[in-house]
């Protein structure tokens, strides 16, 4: 199930540009456009389901596995001290897009996490670049 006007699943389908780094038949990662950090990543099931009450429960596990892989590479690409993982349900809890999405976020010793009105746009060009690096580990994490 697809929903034309969600930005995710327009990513989904290939027809919104982004920086790809796992795809599978049910899931897809790509890089986050207003990153934390580098290395910052998006998890979403291909099928369109506004949040963590709309997915059904087999469809949320095999999100999770593939969060999971992700965040083994992300952590290894970058070199991240940690690893935050988030998921928002609603606008009160600053989901913005709204097709269930899981946040990969590296971190590092003394790191403050900023609120979103604070993080920018980063250049196609670095996504592509740490998108790159990131794809290189997933050898050692795909199930």
């Known amino acids: 199930m697809i929903?034309?006007?969600?930005?995710?699943c327009r990513v989904a389908k290939?027809?919104?540009?982004?920086?790809?780094?796992?795809?599978?038949?049910?899931t897809m990662a790509f890089m986050d456009i207003r990153p934390v950090n580098d290395g910052h990543t998006l998890v979403i099931p291909k099928a369109h389901y506004e949040n963590i009450y709309d997915i059904p429960d087999d469809e949320v596990a095999y999100l999770y596995r593939t969060v999971k892989m992700v965040a083994?590479?992300?952590?290894?690409?970058?070199?991240?001290?940690?690893?935050s993982i988030t998921q928002h349900n609603g606008r009160a809890a600053l989901?913005?897009?709204f097709h269930m999405h899981v946040h990969v976020i590296p971190r590092y010793e003394g790191q403050r996490f900023p609120r979103p009105d604070e993080l920018s746009?980063?250049?196609?060009?670095?996504?592509e670049e740490t998108a790159t690096r990131i794809r290189r580990y997933f050898g050692r994490f795909v199930r």
């Open 14 to 26: 290939r027809e919104v540009e982004s920086s790809v780094v796992f795809e599978d038949e049910r």
């Open 72 to 83: 083994g590479a992300v952590r290894e690409a970058v070199k991240a001290e940690g690893i």
């Open 95 to 97: 989901q913005r897009v």
């Open 3 to 8: 929903n034309e006007s969600c930005e995710f």
């Open 121 to 127: 746009v980063a250049r196609r060009e670095k996504l």
